[in-house]
């Protein structure tokens, strides 16, 4: 797609903590009637929904006498992600896969369709989300050692034989989008001006990420 394909208002799926990037694939269960609208409604058109998150601050008040929020303020950079499969279910809910396309910025909401958030949004910040990469420098080898620690650590299960195969810039859009990061720190992977401003910021928040209250930072890695 180019940047005239994009559209000038999206609906919005507001996902704390999930990330989309450019090429990444995001699976999605889709059950709450107001996304099961959105997504029927994007099926019947582009194919196209805005992926983006709550602000952190936004949660604060989520466990009120209302309970959640139903319309937090949303950051302000998210991602056009396209339906590129879907699995439509005996009940009416829909496992679905979307692939990035590119960043947006919200411009401002124009309120509820079928119960959920549409905004106009400007990709013009982004064009470069919808090129060819541009070369890549950064040290693969120290990243997946800051990531073996950080799993090992954390208990996760990894399958290493699958991160080793991928290119760089798989590994730079696959980590961000599958490691558990809080709210905030996802944001500024997705905010990164470009991939290799990406691999520094993921390369930090691993290293950071990897390391025990009171851990020697010199510690060999695992």
């Not at 009416?92 to 590119?102: D, F, K, M, Q, S």
């Not at 990894?158 to 760089?168: A, G, K, Y």
Request: charged letters at 25%; proline letters at 6%; hydrophobic letters at 40%.
């Amino acid at each position: 797609m180019t940047l005239a394909d994009m559209p000038a208002e999206l609906g919005l799926f507001p996902l704390r903590e999930v990330l989309l990037l450019p090429r990444g694939k995001l699976p999605l269960n889709v059950f709450e009637p107001r996304y099961v609208a959105l997504l029927e409604d994007a099926l019947a058109g582009n194919r196209l929904i805005g992926m983006i998150q709550p602000r952190d601050d936004a949660m604060d008040d989520e466990d009120g006498e209302n309970g959640e929020d139903q319309f937090p303020p949303l950051y302000d950079i998210g991602a056009v992600g396209r339906v590129t499969s879907f699995t439509e279910r005996a009940d009416g809910t829909y496992a679905v896969t979307l692939t990035g396309l590119a960043r947006f910025r919200l411009l401002r909401e124009t309120g509820l369709h079928r119960g959920y958030r549409r905004a106009r949004i400007d990709v013009s910040s982004f064009a470069s989300d919808l090129t060819d990469s541009a070369d890549l420098f950064f040290d693969r080898s120290r990243m997946l050692t800051a990531l073996r620690r950080y799993c090992s650590l954390r208990g996760f299960g990894t399958r290493w034989n699958v991160i080793e195969q991928m290119d760089d810039e798989t590994l730079l859009i696959t980590l961000p989008m599958i490691c558990p990061f809080p709210a905030a720190k996802k944001q500024a992977l997705l905010e990164s001006a470009s991939l290799n401003d990406r691999a520094r910021t993921l390369q930090t928040l691993l290293e950071l990420a990897g390391h025990e209250p009171g851990d020697d930072a010199s510690h060999p890695p695992v």
